[in-house]
Structures are given as structure tokens and as C-alpha cells.
């Protein structure tokens, strides 16, 4: 679960996240939408533990990102720039989740099969 507990952040004068609550369940996607300046790359920063927060927090399953000794095995983010730069595009995003969802599936599937057969 990720959990942002009045996550705020400060450049100076300028607010860029002001204190923003939000918890994601696992196994979600989530993503965010807004007009350039929102904030949106600036949160996902402070998620990923590559920019401090003035204020709050950003937890993953109670524990700051950078915390985990393999955080990617926690969670995946794709910042915006990235995507762009390198033509992703969402519904491909989607595809390719969805291709290894059913894997996953076919796997357990064979691993729940093999067992009753091998236990017969």
C-alpha cells in the first residue's frame, strides 16, 4: 500500500504539493492527471524517495521507498518525461500488464494443476 500523509513540498515562495493525502491499495495502477506545474512529477519524486518532502510522508507498505532493500520489487513508476521520451504510450502500458497478468495466471493454473496431479 502506498500511503502520502499531508505530503507537501516547497520551493521557496512556490507550493508545488500542498498536503496531499492519498493511500493507493495494492495491486492497483494508478496514475496522475493534471495541467503542467500541478505537481504530479513532484509527488511521484518524493514516492520514490528522489526529492525530500518540506512536510508529510510517503510510505510504502509503512516504510519510506528508499527504505525497502529492493524497492522495485515494491513498486514500478513511469514519470512522465520517460514516456514521452521514449514514445510509451498508455494503452501499451496497459497491454503489457494486462499479457502478464494472464501468464501469471496460466502459471498458477499449472502449478495448482501439476500439484493435484502429483498428489493423486
Known amino acids: 500500500m502506498i500511503r502520502l500523509e499531508g505530503l507537501s513540498k516547497r520551493y521557496g515562495d512556490t507550493t508545488a504539493v500542498d498536503s496531499l493525502d492519498l493511500t493507493v491499495s495494492p495491486g492497483r495502477v494508478t496514475g496522475f492527471l493534471g495541467p503542467h506545474g500541478a505537481g504530479k512529477s513532484t509527488t511521484m519524486r518524493m514516492i520514490l524517495g528522489l526529492d525530500t518532502p518540506t512536510e508529510g510522508a ?10 525497502w532493500p529492493a524497492p522495485l520489487t515494491k513498486v514500478g513508476a513511469l514519470l512522465g518525461d520517460l514516456a514521452h521520451e521514449h514514445g510509451v504510450r498508455l494503452h501499451e502500458l496497459h497491454t503489457q500488464r494486462a499479457s502478464l497478468e494472464e501468464a501469471y495466471m496460466e ?4 502449478s495448482v494443476q501439476y500439484g493435484v496431479a502429483a498428489g493423486s
Do not use: N
Not at 510517503?58 to 527504505?67: F, I, N, S
Not at 502459471?107 to 499449472?110: G, H, I, K, N, R
Open 58 to 67: 510517503a510510505l510504502v507498505d509503512g516504510r519510506p521507498y528508499a527504505a
Open 107 to 110: 502459471l498458477t493454473a499449472d
